[in-house]
């Protein structure tokens, strides 16, 4: 009988990824110079519900972009921004950036000027957060010690609701399994759930907004190939097919950027692809070329459901490129 459900359950992925392929494309709107990348600087794109883009340096240097594409401003050297590794933007045009596990909280003003607001200390090494409906959720290592890798804050208070369960192995013996903390971190208005979603497997954790854990959902998808993070050594990351990063788009469709394992690599194939999942994480396209954007990394969505990429150049025009999905 398990064979028997096995056999259908995959007829049933295979009839349903057949009807809903729309084959979509990505369609450019526009491209915002900024310049040559700096060699060997770790830079991270962050958007804001209204479009407004923010890419911060690990040396402290930022850069605001509006949502027409316009260079609002520009800084280098911020002290607060220094060694900056996750950021978030939210609602209210409220910019957070994590160095060493102190988040720098920012009010954006419409000339794109980040006015200090407040601090909150995470601790711990934080791959991610993510800051909306008055929580900050936090992706990474809290130590060397604690198999914690997932846990919410109160904004306004600035005190730490708690971890939030997650059944994956944080720890490889002694080292980080990075499949697990460098996942992704998606806000869902209409369900008012905060997703989680590691590189590898394909697999959406849901929790409310008091961090209560509601489920775990694994999407219908017989491209991706799962792996068991208990089982895959540090020295294997790139031997496995992983999410680099999911969004959510309005309506409830989700983008994820997904980055081929070294053996399913294809001479003259993009190592890189999107992958577009329904409301109900039913699969719509399991392939979009990211050819148009270079192969760039997604970097997050606004509110109109435009996507944002960073191309990051050592050698040529840096750009920060909005696009969409388009079905042909």
């Known amino acids: 009988m398990r064979v028997r459900s096995k056999a259908l359950r995959f007829l049933a992925i295979l009839l349903c990824s057949l009807l809903n392929a729309a084959d979509y494309r990505i369609e450019v709107l526009r491209r915002t110079p900024i310049g040559p ?33 316009a260079l609002l401003a520009s800084k280098t050297g911020v002290p607060e921004l220094r060694y900056a590794l996750a950021s978030s933007c939210d609602e209210n045009r409220r910019l957070y950036i994590d160095t060493a596990g102190t988040v720098h909280v920012f009010e954006l003003r419409t000339s794109g000027e980040p006015v200090p607001v407040r601090t909150i200390r995470v601790g711990g090494a934080p791959r991610r957060i993510l800051a909306a409906a008055g929580r900050l959720v936090v992706l990474g290592l809290v ?38 903390t460098e996942g992704s971190l998606i806000w869902d208005p209409a369900r008012r759930e905060f997703l989680y979603l590691p590189a590898n497997p394909l697999r959406f954790w849901r929790y409310d907004t008091d961090g209560r854990f509601l489920g775990a959902v694994s999407p219908p998808v017989f491209t991706f190939h799962d792996a068991d993070p208990a089982r895959v050594g540090p020295g294997d990351f790139r031997n496995v097919d992983r999410v680099f990063n999911a969004v959510r788009l309005p309506g409830g469709r989700f983008v994820l950027h997904i980055l081929r394992s070294r053996a399913s690599r294809r001479p003259g194939v993009r190592g890189g692809y999107l992958m577009l999942l329904g409301p109900d994480f039913e699969p719509l396209d399991l392939e979009i070329d990211t050819t148009p954007v270079h192969g760039s990394p997604l970097a997050g969505a606004d509110a109109r459901g435009n996507l944002h990429f960073a191309y990051l150049s050592e050698t040529r ?12």
């Open 143 to 180: 130590d060397v010690r604690t198999p914690v890798a997932l846990r919410m804050f109160d904004i306004a208070a600035g005190r730490e609701i708690g971890a939030l369960d997650l059944d994956l192995p944080v720890f490889v013996g002694r080292r980080p399994q990075r499949l697990v």
């Open 37 to 69: 990348a700096a060699p060997g600087k770790f830079h991270r794109l962050t958007v804001c519900p209204d479009g407004t883009s923010v890419l911060t340096a690990a040396d402290g240097d930022l850069t605001v972009i509006a949502a027409d594409g």
């Open 317 to 328: 025009e840096a750009e920060v490129i909005q696009a969409r999905l388009a079905a042909r």
